[in-house]
């Protein structure tokens, strides 16, 4: 089970000047939020759970071992914050999830039945539409 509330404590947020337009506030103020999290040193993650991250979030984790996110939608601060908290449980939680083990089922003998006499009007709708033979 996924221990949020301390996973989240774990959480390392630093704020950016947000690019793009948006005048002469968007260059003093840092609305921009980096989430940092360090995968391998989390004390809230059993081993396994380190790993399966590891394994399924390779493209956003770094070489140092850290999942790092970034949130400039709002331009509040705060909301950014709140955002890419968000994200980061999403993400986390999706990667840790199992996917259920799919098992092979045998068809039916009614959809069996059915999927012979379907094959069988088909093939009798298709050879009415061939020439007739000059027997």
Same mark, same amino acid.
């Given at each position: ?5 301390? !996973?989240?404590? %774990? ?6 000047? +947000? /690019?793009?337009?948006?005048? =002469? ?5 840092? +609305? ?9 040193? /989390? ?5 396994? =759970?380190?790993?399966? !991250? =590891? ?13 790092? !996110?970034?949130?400039? %939608?709002?331009?509040? =601060? ?11 449980? %999403?993400?986390? +939680? ?13 068809? $039916?003998?009614? $959809? ?24």
């Amino acid at each position: 089970m996924l221990d949020k509330e301390n !996973l989240i404590k %774990e959480l390392n947020f630093k704020g950016i000047r +947000s /690019s793009g337009a948006g005048g =002469q506030h968007v260059n003093k103020v840092s +609305s921009k939020i980096e989430l940092t999290f360090d995968v391998l040193n /989390s004390q809230h993650l059993s081993l396994e =759970q380190k790993d399966t !991250l =590891q394994e399924k979030l390779s493209n956003r984790i770094n070489t140092k071992g850290n999942l790092i !996110l970034f949130c400039d %939608e709002s331009r509040s =601060q705060h909301k950014n914050k709140e955002l890419a908290i968000k994200r980061f449980i %999403e993400i986390v +939680s999706a990667a840790l999830k199992r996917q259920k083990v799919r098992r092979t089922t045998k068809p $039916s003998r009614s $959809s069996i039945l059915k999927k012979a006499a379907n094959k069988k009007m088909n093939s009798a709708k298709k050879a009415l539409r061939k020439k007739p033979g000059l027997d």
